[in-house]
């Protein structure tokens, strides 16, 4: 069933456009994920004669900005899913906004390039775009989920305490990187990147803050 009110048409979850908009970004997060590959460059014949060359040919780089942002975007692609799953509709504003945070996770492969390029590794202007990257993708799609939540779409009652708590484990992530930028600037690349380990204790732990979803009731056969 689908109803028009004062925030436009809603596409229910069990209608066809739904499932287009939920099959669309999904194909967007694997796009970007298998995007990721065509950042390492495969050595030359001589780096394989031992380990030790294998690693100073700069191939070590490149896999840890692969690694790194594979680990991200399959957080981000799990984070859109359980946001549509607690939906029971889209709009055009969630939709848009959907589409606003896919933009920058396909920009992912091209920022982590400049990041993990073993001729601009050690640079502190491709680190920095990286960690803006990430912490707009972040924020992306946290407005998502507002604009869901605001609009009645979620099975996440829409109160004060709920939104605080959101808000508060949703920013974590987006300013732990907002943070590293000037870092990379003004100190190194290194530096920067060592200052997201943090995430690897809060992520977790911001995940017990954030509400919870309650499952949506089945529809009666």
Known sequence: MRRDDEQ?????????????????????????????????DVP?????????????SGLYGQLFGYTLSFVVIAIFWRVNFRLV??????????????????????LIPFTTQGMSDPA????????????????LASLAQTATYLIAQRQGLTSLPSTNDVSR???????????????????????????AELSWLPLVVLGPLTGRIAPRAAPRPRAAS
């Open 44 to 56: 030359a014949a001589a780096d394989w004669s031992s380990l030790s060359a294998l690693i100073g």
């Open 165 to 191: 708590r959101l808000v508060l484990a949703s920013l974590v992530t987006p300013l732990v990187f907002l943070a590293s930028i000037p870092i990379a600037v003004g100190v190194g690349s290194q530096a």
């Open 85 to 106: 799953r607690s939906m029971s509709g889209m709009t055009s504003p969630v939709l848009t906004a959907q589409i606003v945070a896919a933009f920058f996770v396909v």
């Open 120 to 135: 601009t590794r050690d640079l502190g202007l491709p680190t920095a775009l990286y960690a803006l990257n990430i912490a």
């Open 8 to 40: 436009g048409r809603v596409d229910t979850s069990d209608s066809p456009e739904f499932g287009r908009g939920l099959s669309f970004t999904d194909a967007i997060y694997g796009f970007a994920i298998t995007l990721l590959v065509v950042n390492l």
